[in-house]
């Protein structure tokens, strides 16, 4: 599988586009938005994949907290997706882009026929100067939000999906810290940031911790388990902090940020 030097996926979670009060940020979106937009401008192919539905509907909804049953979830995650996509439209317009709407199951990976279809879709889009928006389809999918070992895991799976898809060269996961480091950043002051893993393997997991923030769904070690994937394919991984998208030009310039995970030489 020959990659695509110029096409990068980029995957943005909850705790980057939601605030401390699980209130969408107007900030964070604006500044996801001019930044993917001046990437693309710069001759990039971009593909944004995107969790939040459920959280910003949520909020939408005037709901006190995340709701517990898959109905209300599934409800939330419809409002969500909404207004979401709103957001994105508004802002990348603002910057003069297009932006098109990707919702996907598991069923659409795992099809031959699906995935296919997908692909060339995918293709026909970045002709066009359109970016993606991905999203798991969580108001129909409801294994995906249900089980504990989701196939995609808060989209950081998907996102890793996606870019074996899409012949991605580079993968960017945005957390909501610097990357992964030797320990809990969170708990110990003197944490160190871990720059590059060549290999992840049992020692690597062991470093990830818990689950991500309250507001989503996924932690550090769905996104160790995206970037093995993507990585296992050639594809280099990034993790590093949502907010600051900006770090983006230092990525695509080849400087050191957050956590390489180098993708591995294809016989």
């Known amino acids: 599988m020959e990659l695509l ?10 705790s980057t ?6 209130k969408s940020d107007f900030r964070s979106f604006d500044n996801l938005s001019r930044v993917l937009s001046d990437i693309h401008n710069k001759g990039y192919e971009v593909i944004l994949v995107s969790s939040g539905a459920i959280a910003v509907g949520t ?9 517990e049953t898959m109905r209300m979830k599934q409800a939330a995650a419809a409002v969500g997706q909404c207004r979401i996509m709103f957001l994105y439209d ?9 932006i098109a709407q990707i919702l996907l199951n598991a069923e659409d990976i795992e099809n031959e026929e699906k995935k296919e279809n997908l692909a060339n879709t995918f293709d ?15 108001s129909v999918s409801y294994t995906e939000i249900e089980s504990k070992e989701r196939l995609f895991g808060d989209n950081d799976m998907l996102s890793a999906v996606v870019s074996v898809l ?10 909501d810290i610097d990357g992964l480091y030797d320990r809990d950043p969170r708990l110990y002051r003197n944490a ?20 991500g923030s309250r507001r989503g769904t996924g932690g550090m070690k769905t996104k160790l388990g995206a970037a093995s994937l993507a990585s ?31 993708g591995k030489k294809q016989q």
Do not use: H, W
Not at 17 to 22: H, R, S, V, Y
């Open 59 to 67: 909020n939408k909804l005037s709901m006190k907290e995340r709701p």
């Open 90 to 98: 508004k802002f990348f317009g603002d910057y003069d882009k297009t």
């Open 232 to 262: 296992a394919q050639g594809i280099d991984t990034i993790i590093t902090n949502g907010k600051r998208p900006q770090t983006l030009y230092d990525i695509i310039e080849g400087k050191s940020v957050g956590t390489l995970f180098e």
């Open 5 to 14: 030097r110029n096409r990068i996926v980029v995957k943005v979670g909850t």
């Open 17 to 22: 586009l939601t605030d401390e009060n699980g």
């Open 166 to 175: 899409c012949r991605a060269k580079t993968l960017v996961i945005f957390s």
């Open 124 to 138: 026909a889009l970045l002709e066009m100067n359109v970016i993606p928006v991905v999203n798991e389809n969580d």
């Open 192 to 211: 160190k940031l871990i720059e590059k893993v060549e290999k992840i393997d049992e020692s690597v997991f062991s470093l990830a911790g818990g689950a």
